[in-house]
C-alpha cells in the first residue's frame, strides 16, 4: 500500500531524516578519513564528558564500537587518553567548518523558531514515552 508523505507517521519521518543525516554527514567527513562516530568521539574529547558517556546515545553497547571510534583517533595523534593533542584541537576546528556548513544546509530555509518547535515537540515527546516506559 502506498503512503503519501502527508500521511507517513512521525516514526517514519524520524528514520528518514536520522539515516540521511548519517549519510550526509559520513560523506562530508569521508573526505578525511574519519567517520560519523569518530568525529563525535573527537568532538567530545574537546568536552568536559568522558568520551564513552558523550558517545553512549549513538553506539549499540559492543565495547568494540568504542575503540572503532577512539583507536583511529589515536593513531593520528589526534587524542591523548581521552584529551586531544594539538594536532587534534587543530584538526577539530578545521573539521568544524565543514560540519557547521553542513548542519547549515541540513536547517536550510528553516527558521529559528521552527527549529525550536521541532526540538520542543521531540523532546516532549521522548519524555511522553519515557514516562509510559514506567
Do not use: H, S, T
Given at each position: 500500500m502506498y503512503m503519501s508523505d502527508?500521511?507517513?507517521?512521525?516514526?517514519?519521518?524520524?528514520k528518514e531524516v536520522d539515516r540521511l543525516l548519517e549519510a550526509?554527514?559520513?560523506q562530508?567527513?569521508?573526505?578525511?578519513?574519519?567517520t560519523r562516530?569518530?568525529?563525535q568521539a573527537l568532538n567530545a574529547a574537546a568536552g568536559q564528558e568522558?568520551?564513552?558517556v558523550a558517545l553512549a546515545p549513538f553506539l549499540s553497547g559492543r565495547p568494540d564500537e568504542l575503540r572503532a571510534a577512539i583507536d583511529?583517533?589515536?593513531a593520528r595523534g589526534w587524542l591523548q587518553d581521552q584529551r586531544l593533542t594539538a594536532a587534534g584541537r587543530a584538526a577539530l576546528e578545521r573539521l568544524e567548518a565543514k560540519v557547521q556548513a553542513q548542519r547549515g544546509r541540513v536547517t536550510a530555509g528553516i527558521t529559528g523558531e521552527e527549529?525550536?518547535?521541532t526540538i520542543g515537540v521531540l523532546r516532549k515527546m521522548a519524555e511522553n514515552l519515557k514516562g509510559s516506559a514506567a
Open positions: 502527508d500521511n507517513k507517521p512521525i516514526g517514519w519521518w524520524l550526509a554527514f559520513e562530508v567527513l569521508a573526505e578525511d578519513g574519519l562516530r569518530q568525529w568522558p568520551i564513552e583511529p583517533l589515536i527549529y525550536a518547535a
